[in-house]
């Protein structure tokens, strides 16, 4: 298990911390490196840009280098089951979709959301809403987007609590209706309030306003509306 952490880890660190116009990565031992605890041995070539101008296809060639080496750590980990592995492939297919950088078959990204999804990653849930929500590689399907936006919310995702709570006072979510429930509702805001959620607590303090699912008072409401404010709501 340390091992596909490992890699899940450095595949997201380069992805987050190098620019591939800057640093190439080649001759990668990854069983090797990880299995003695030792740092990847990665051949690490820096290019100044104020002494040497590479060329433009340099440059592409060790974007295309650099990205591919991400894929194989994702790709691995994800195999050994990292759901943060599977969850990281799935968006950057689907990134990439967006700007026409790979030939991505939106079916690919959601079966990689998906099997992080069903590990229990919040993430990958809430990625999922939003794929049926937005429509663009797939056809807008509100219903799965909501009953997906729920288990982001019983997963632990503060965002997808908010929306979802927003949904069951108003009893329609994107023109489409669903049940309302305000004590659930009452629950989420709370929790998300609890974790100094913004939006959430300002919503929370609506419901106190409004007697909504618990006894009116203004005064609570008051000190809700202060802490949104405070939290730059």
Not at 101 to 109: A, E, F, G, W
Not at 205 to 214: E, N, R, T, W
Request: avoid cysteine.
């Amino acid at each position: 298990q340390g091992i596909i952490w490992a890699k899940a880890f450095l595949a997201m660190f380069l992805a987050d911390n190098l620019n591939p116009d800057n640093h190439t990565f080649e001759d990668v031992d990854l069983e090797d490196g990880l299995d003695n605890h030792q740092n990847i041995p990665l051949k690490r070539t820096l290019s100044n840009k104020q002494q040497n101008k590479k060329s433009s296809q340099s440059q592409q060639n060790n974007n295309a280098k650099n990205t591919e080496i991400i894929y194989e750590l994702l790709y691995d980990a994800s195999e050994q089951g990292h759901a943060y592995a599977q969850y990281s492939i799935a968006l950057k297919l689907y990134n990439a979709a967006n700007f026409d950088q790979r030939n991505t078959d939106i079916n690919t990204v959601i079966y990689y959301y998906e099997l992080a999804s069903r590990q229990g990653l919040a993430d990958a849930t809430s990625a999922l809403s939003k794929l049926y929500i937005d429509g663009d590689f797939i056809d807008k399907n509100v219903k799965k987007a909501a009953q997906y936006l729920k288990l982001a919310a019983e997963q632990g995702n503060i965002d997808a609590m908010v929306e979802y709570s927003k949904a069951l006072i108003a009893g329609n979510w994107f023109d489409e209706e669903i049940e309302t429930n305000v004590q659930q509702a009452f629950m989420w805001l709370s929790k998300a309030s609890h974790y100094d959620h913004p939006e959430g607590t300002f919503f929370l303090g609506k419901m106190y306003l409004a007697g909504l699912s618990v006894e009116k008072d203004d005064q609570k409401a008051k000190e809700l509306f202060q802490k949104a404010d405070d939290l730059g709501y």
